[in-house]
């Protein structure tokens, strides 16, 4: 079985317009963190925003914010305000275990995010 | 603040060689993992390095081994090379003790292998 899925391959949005990138997850581990990461055509993957399984609210950094939803194992990305160069690949990872288990990441697929002018 | 660098950044390999991939980790880091990313697909952890030790391994054959150095640097040698190595080979660093338990990443060395 996936543990992490990403079901939307491709995604478009109007710029200044906000988009929901979607996340399933699925782990037995009651300590893990949930990552999303952008990826430009460059390829390194750049860090977005962080939500641990213990933490009561929902992350935001700047223009991203995570909707956290644990019952439903759910970790969708919200980018409000969208711009041009928020254009490339978006990738849902999972840490399984407390952070030390940091450095083994279980990514989805990711989605493709295209912002029109 | 140096962030994880990688080298080299492109290289063309033919069946049956061998490759070694290097990574310098963020200052501060004492932590280094390495990913294979496919065209079109997510990253997949190899395996990674604290303490000069390989702490954890992913899915990967013994083709694939590595290295890190007191001074926190990695390598990522690949022998016996197939066709279906080819892809972008990603390095990323941490501090084993950090709450978040984030990942730097490096922008990657592209391997083709002909």
């Known amino acids: 079985a996936q543990k992490i899925t990403q079901t939307q391959p491709g995604m478009f949005v109007q710029e200044k317009e906000a988009v929901t990138l979607d996340c399933t997850y699925d782990?037995?581990?009651?300590?893990?963190?949930l990552f999303w990461y952008k990826q430009p055509s460059s390829g390194e993957m750049i860090f977005l925003i962080y939500q641990g399984s213990y933490d009561q609210q929902n992350a935001t950094e700047g223009r991203y914010s995570l909707n956290f939803q644990k019952a439903r194992k759910s970790a969708n990305l919200v980018i409000s305000a969208s711009q041009l160069g928020d254009s490339a690949m978006y990738f849902c990872a999972m840490r399984e275990g407390p952070p030390s288990n940091t450095g083994k990441l279980i990514f989805g697929q990711g989605t493709t995010l295209q912002v029109k002018p | 603040d140096a962030g994880v660098t990688q080298s080299p950044t492109h290289l063309i390999k033919t069946r049956g060689q061998q490759v070694t991939l290097r990574c310098s980790p963020k200052?501060?880091?004492?932590?280094v993992s390495w990913y294979q990313q496919a065209l079109g697909q997510g990253p997949q952890f190899i395996f990674q390095?604290?303490?000069?030790?390989?702490?954890q391994r992913g899915n990967f054959p013994d083709r694939f081994s590595g290295h890190q150095y007191p001074n926190y640097s990695s390598e990522l040698n690949v022998n016996a090379l197939l066709l279906g190595d080819s892809a972008l080979y990603l390095c990323a660093s941490s501090l084993v003790w950090e709450s978040k338990g984030e990942l730097f990443f490096g922008e990657g060395s592209r391997l083709t292998v002909l």
């Open positions: 200052s501060g880091h004492d932590t």
């Open positions: 782990t037995s581990d009651p300590s893990y963190g």
């Open positions: 390095y604290y303490e000069e030790e390989e702490r």
